[in-house]
């Protein structure tokens, strides 16, 4: 009989915290749900609604290209729907039948033009990185709205390439490897229902915004993403740390400006028509520049899902509000001064701008951290500035 | 762990599943008793028409003019009995002059109706022409610009832009306002408004061998001061404008502080009552507007009765709005009839009868309509206005309808 | 030559009115560092507040009312909004006046209704010509007092307690308040003046003279014009503000008749683009420097 107890080494521990894990597991299983249900709503939902869906996704592609710039990057920009415009004419112009007399095209695949839609807007906006290298702040935002006057110039004067402001020109419908979605093409049904125009441009949007925020995220966490938001947070501590802030800089708005383009291109498809505005008010215009930037106040600067619920509010509820409105008999007064949907909309976003700066200048993304269980913010990208 | 994910989306699923989903859902088509077809917006009683219309936007107070013409009209229209038996509905949206409000709630009104009696607005008209094409529903624009009528289903109550401007300076020269070899200046609105104004004086220059100094601007500018200025130095004998009232205020007062005074000729659209209430009032005297549509103040039978019936029910200060929303009504009431003369009320039956109205009366509250020729405008003939306080509705006759040999001599854009 | 001279009258007047609605603007931003996009607002208040009031009291009332009304709102604006917002920085601040600007904007174009009042009654559609040249009325009045106005606001700046305390917080906000100056005493007084600017401005912008748009959302558009004003003369720059506001007037009036019209809207920009790529804090503004 031995004497000498042998102890055992404890246990090292091996299990990880138990609340971390399970908090990342409700995470992935809600967005698995929410995917879900985005694949199966055009076969509950009427066109009305699939088209008003189709229009946040607009937004929400815009509004995480926004995020980077403004919330990432910290460079405010009020141009961008100027970028909307150069996608939505570089994807008609590209796409166009090339023996058009009055409207100039270059008879393209749509897939390559969108891609091309793109590309020219990320362009553009390189194109402009010299000003913003050398403006800050306020200055560069005021400066960026030059762009949309610069962009409603060029819409009015562009004929030949814009179809002008009086009959616009029609965009080629989009097709990937022969499939249209348009009406026309294979009759397909999913569980009995027809999936026709509606439901086919709202997969295409869905999947084009999958696409943007998985890009985005990828770029949040990447190298790129820390250099924008060292130039955010100190610009003399970047460079001294060896970011180049004005390759930092124009990178990040040709990244926002890409994404404005994809916008624009959806736009197009979306309205049917290209149309340059004849005011600085419309499709193109300041008022739209500054929809981008409240979604990006309201989800949260920096916050790529924030941008797509800040998407989801503004441009969402005029939508949204008009149709229930038109159903229930809501706000449906005529007369002088009378109380409509988009009226009430404006004032709701005014509102959430408003109690956001007020309250929770982080936006929805801040609200939404402090409710999630568990775990502790440790990635960058969730630091509030 | 990994295999949670596929069992949450199949449970997902099934939950849908549980929910019915829109399959089978069609139109209601078919035919009723006495052989009359009918389709989406018409059912054995009623006959539902569309208004899209601005309530909260820059054209808000026409847009609330035509509504209530249209209204009265569908009033008057079901107290004579309706046609076919049924009854007219006006299912009314607000699109506050947004193209993307007005993509999104097309395709819910539009199941709902059987064409539109109401389709306000260039950018939002522009947005539905694809959507109005491919529906089949006639629609009646609230815009005159002859460039809408490649679309066979587009219906102006009127005369278009151009054929105003082409008549309105033939009624110029003729009292010797204007002479052949004269420069006039023509300011005008981006867009097809302004563009299909330009048009009708750019033919009639050509003819006439007058020089036309233009001068585009955008709605939303409202100082005309600079180029009535410019306008003065280049020695113009007439102005022309395809602009919004505030603007036409805005170039009368200018041409009477300059000193310039010289006679204004303006499209329909370029006044509204308010202005002679404004600053502008006295500068008004020099404005001939040529308008197809009655003033609201015009002294024929029809529109005094539409006045009186305007009075009673609405409280608003009325403008042209009213007797053009209520001409648009009878030429869709005149088109329903002959429809259900032909017992067809379907979409298809709208568009062939609409084709067959080779004259709609309006009880002379537009020129006679004539709708056979695509792509021709319905009428080519104004009358000529000035503004007048005295008048309800601000504006009094100076010359009633007529048609300048010009007018006859021109080719709209998509006339075959 | 007289369309020239006349143009540069044109340009010269408004632009003193554009001066008053960038001065209001550059004092916001001297004293708090925050950009007001709610100044359209605080110019179609005041003028509301005239419209409502002018059967009561008669235009001279009014006009007091509408003046006196606009600081309150400013003031309104600043206390229950700005300085509550405790965690926002100065941009986070310029976009709550956006969310302001909305707000304010759509209910009072929603109340003018169908209506389009002017708001000039002393002064406006009074031309009288000058060898060959008009004057309007409305832009003599308005540089009269633009030039009243400023100067007033110049010996303040320079000389007075008000004056002192503001140039000290906006050079360094912790020193100026060790030093006892009541930062938001200094705020609100700021906004304040900036609203009375605001309703003065509107007094000129909402005639006949200057726009056909009377008091509508296209005063709120005309407000807009302030910015390139304010920032191209150096946002933290009164003196800036008024050689702005009158660069602004000359190239809208000159370039519309000598390049075209459509284009005078973006040349005002284009102008403004290229004098900050030139001066990045604009011609008089306080030139940022790091040195790494």
């Known amino acids: ?385 | 762990m990994k295999r949670i994910y596929p069992a949450v989306a199949l449970a997902a699923v099934l939950a849908l599943s549980a929910c019915s989903t829109k399959a089978g859902d069609s139109g209601s088509s078919g035919a009723d008793g006495s052989g009359v077809k009918t389709g989406k917006g018409a059912t054995a009683s009623e006959i539902t028409l569309g208004v899209m219309t601005d309530k909260t936007g820059v054209f808000k107070n026409l847009g609330l003019g035509i509504t209530q013409g249209n209204e009265l009209w569908a009033k008057d229209f079901n107290a004579a009995g309706g046609v076919c038996g049924r009854q007219v509905k006006l299912e009314t949206v607000d699109h506050g002059y947004k193209a993307d409000t007005a993509k999104t709630l097309y395709p819910q009104i539009e199941p709902k109706v059987l064409g539109f009696v109401q389709l306000l607005g260039s950018p939002v008209v522009a947005a539905l022409k694809q959507n109005i094409a491919s529906d089949k529903t006639v629609a009646a624009p609230a815009s005159w610009s002859s460039e809408l009528l490649d679309n066979q289903y587009v219906m102006i109550v009127g005369t278009t832009y151009d054929l105003e401007i082409i008549d309105g300076l033939s009624y110029f020269q003729e009292k010797g306002l204007v002479k052949d070899g004269d420069t006039i200046g023509h300011v005008y609105i981006d867009g097809e408004y302004g563009k299909n104004g330009l048009r009708g004086s750019q033919f009639y220059a050509k003819k006439h061998n007058l020089t036309v100094k233009e001068v585009k601007i955008t709605s939303t500018d409202n100082d005309l001061t600079n180029i009535i200025t410019g306008l003065k130095g280049a020695g113009v004998k007439s102005i022309v404008l395809t602009t919004t009232p505030a603007q036409t205020g805005s170039a009368l007062a200018a041409n009477k502080a300059l000193g310039l005074n010289v006679p204004v000729l303006g499209n329909n659209p370029t006044f509204d009552p308010v202005l002679l209430k404004s600053p502008a009032a006295n500068a008004l005297d020099k404005l001939t507007i040529v308008a197809s549509s009655v003033p609201f103040s015009a002294d024929i039978p029809k529109a005094k009765e539409v006045a009186t019936k305007y009075k009673a029910a609405y409280k608003e200060t009325p403008n042209g709005g009213i007797p053009y929303g209520y001409a648009v009504g009878e030429v869709w009431g005149a088109v329903l009839k002959k429809a259900c003369e032909n017992k067809d009320l379907t979409r298809d039956g709208i568009a062939a009868a609409l084709k067959q109205t080779t004259s709609a009366s309006t009880e002379d509250l537009v020129a006679a309509l004539d709708f056979s020729k695509a792509g021709t405008p319905a009428t080519r003939q104004v009358y000529a206005a000035t503004p007048d306080a005295s008048a309800e509705g601000g504006v009094r006759y100076v010359k009633p309808l007529f048609e300048a040999p010009e007018a006859k001599e021109y080719v709209a854009p998509h006339q075959k | 030559m007289n369309t020239f001279l006349q143009l540069v009258v044109n340009g010269l007047g408004k632009g003193a009115v554009f001066a008053l609605l960038a001065l209001g603007f550059v004092i916001i931003f001297k004293a708090t560092e925050v950009v007001n996009f709610a100044h359209g607002s605080l110019v179609l208040f005041g003028g509301y507040l005239v419209v409502v009031t002018r059967d009561a009291l008669g235009w001279a009332g009014a006009s007091l009312v509408g003046i006196v009304s606009a600081g309150l709102l400013a003031l309104l604006l600043e206390r229950f909004l700005l300085s509550r917002s405790r965690h926002a920085d100065a941009n986070s601040l310029a976009l709550l006046t956006i969310g302001v600007d909305v707000i304010v904007t759509e209910e009072i174009v929603r109340r003018l209704g169908v209506t389009l009042p002017f708001l000039g009654d002393a002064w406006d559609a009074k031309p009288f010509q000058l060898g060959g040249i008009t004057l309007f009325r409305t832009h003599l009045v308005a540089l009269l007092v633009a030039a009243v106005l400023i100067t007033a606001f110049t010996l303040a700046f320079k000389y007075s307690n008000w004056g002192v305390a503001m140039r000290a917080q906006a050079e360094n906000r912790e020193a100026a308040a060790l030093m006892g100056i009541r930062s938001s005493r200094v705020t609100a007084t700021a906004w304040v003046v900036a609203g009375v600017l605001a309703g003065v401005a509107v007094l000129f912008i909402a005639t006949q003279d200057f726009s056909g748009a009377g008091l509508s959302r296209g005063t709120h558009s005309i407000a807009l014009a302030a910015f390139p004003a304010a920032i191209l003369g150096g946002l933290d720059s009164t003196a800036g503000a008024v050689v702005g506001g009158l660069v602004v007037g000359l190239v809208e009036a000159l370039s519309a008749q000598y390049v075209s019209f459509d284009f005078s809207k973006s040349a005002v920009f284009l102008v403004m683009l290229v004098v900050l790529v030139v001066r990045p804090s604009g011609l008089f503004g306080t030139r940022e420097s790091t040195r790494v």
């Open chain 1, 1 to 385: 009989m031995s004497d000498t107890a042998v102890k055992t080494p404890a246990a090292a521990p091996t299990a990880p915290p138990p609340k971390r894990d399970r908090g990342r597991l409700l995470k992935a299983l809600a967005w698995v749900a929410l995917l879900v249900v985005l694949l199966a709503i055009p076969l509950y939902l009427d066109a009305a609604w699939l088209k008003a869906g189709q229009y946040m996704m607009i937004g929400g592609v815009g509004a995480i290209g926004l995020t980077l710039l403004v919330g990432q990057a910290g460079q405010l920009s009020l141009a961008h729907a100027f970028f909307l415009l150069a996608g939505a004419t570089g994807y008609t112009v590209l796409s166009g039948p090339a023996d058009d007399e009055r409207v100039f095209g270059l008879g393209l695949d749509p897939g390559l033009s969108l891609i091309g839609a793109v590309v020219i807007a990320a362009l553009l906006g390189l194109a402009f990185a010299p000003v913003s290298g050398r403006l800050r702040g306020i200055y560069l935002g005021v400066a960026s709205l030059s762009l949309v006057f610069l962009g409603l110039y060029f819409g009015q004067s562009a004929e030949t390439l814009t179809g002008g402001t009086s009959t616009g020109r029609t965009p080629e419908p989009f097709s990937l490897f022969g499939f249209p979605f348009t009406n026309g093409g294979p009759e397909i049904e999913l569980m009995g229902v027809p999936i026709r125009q509606a439901e086919r441009l709202w997969y295409l949007f869905l999947l084009l915004t999958v696409l943007a925020f998985v890009v985005a995220k990828a770029a949040v966490r990447s190298r790129v993403g820390r250099s924008w938001r060292a130039v955010r947070d100190n610009e003399a501590a970047a460079s001294v740390m060896g970011v180049s802030v004005t390759r930092a800089k124009a990178g990040a708005f040709a990244v926002s400006s890409a994404y404005a383009g994809l916008a624009g291109a959806m736009t197009v498809l979306w309205f049917d028509i290209l149309k340059p505005d004849e005011s600085e008010f419309g499709t193109y215009g300041i008022n739209i520049s500054i929809a981008f930037l409240a979604m990006v106040i309201i989800g949260g600067l920096g916050s790529v899902p924030g941008a797509l619920v800040g998407a989801l509010i503004v441009n969402g509820l005029p939508q949204v509000l008009s149709l229930y409105s038109a159903d229930l008999g809501w706000f449906s007064g005529t007369g002088d001064g009378a109380l409509t949907p988009i009226l009430v909309s404006s004032f709701v976003y005014g509102a959430a701008i408003i109690l956001v700066v007020l309250f929770e200048p982080g936006g929805l993304a801040a609200i939404g951290r402090r409710i999630t269980p568990g775990r502790k913010p440790h990635l960058p990208e969730e630091q509030d500035k």
